[in-house]
């Protein structure tokens, strides 16, 4: 199994971890090659003062001390950011209650079906023809359409149920959300 590098530390490094740059994106702005960021930040080469000049502005811009470049971002958005577009967020959050209804409907007939099998299930005794019935042909045609109506779900339409169970959920805790932004 290949090893992990371990993070840079370097400047460089700590700048496109702060700003979410890639190499190639810092080294578009430093005016560089992606090789030479790299090389950089591995400490292959050491950084001349053109680079280290272009690179000031961004370096000054980051946060004292230093604490862990690899924690994640606040899932809050600045209060710089613009408000979002209102009719979008409507629009999603209709097509999820859209979406959501038709899965329940879909779920809602994988239920009825059960609900039907599990009510032959327990009529089934009662409506079965006696073994000495007069007609034999007759009574295994009842008794095979009898048993099919009373078959259960397969284990995969259960399934298929929880999963549309959980896909309407899913959606409309997302319309919830879009309500309240």
């Not at 339409?157 to 879009?178: D, K, P, S």
């Amino acid at each position: 199994m290949p090893r992990r590098a371990a993070p840079s530390t370097s400047i460089l490094a700590r700048i496109r971890a702060w700003f979410g740059l890639q190499q190639q994106e810092l080294a578009l702005y430093l005016g560089i090659s992606q090789q030479l960021v790299h090389s950089i930040e591995s400490g292959r080469h050491h950084m001349s003062y053109l680079v280290a000049d272009a690179m000031l502005p961004l370096a000054r811009q980051l946060p004292e001390p230093i604490t862990r470049l690899d924690e994640p971002l606040p899932a809050a958005l600045p209060p710089s950011a613009p408000a979002p577009d209102a009719g979008e967020l409507d629009f999603r959050r209709r097509v999820c209650l859209q979406r959501a209804a038709k899965l329940r409907a879909q779920a809602a007939k994988l239920a009825s079906r059960a609900h039907y099998a599990h009510r032959w299930q327990q009529a089934l005794p009662q409506l079965l023809p006696p073994p000495e019935a007069p007609d034999p042909e007759q009574a295994a045609w009842l008794t095979g359409w009898l048993q099919r109506r009373a078959r259960p779900l397969t284990p995969e339409e259960v399934t298929r149920w929880h999963l549309l169970q959980a896909q309407a959920g899913a959606l409309e805790a997302e319309a919830a959300l879009l309500a309240a932004s």
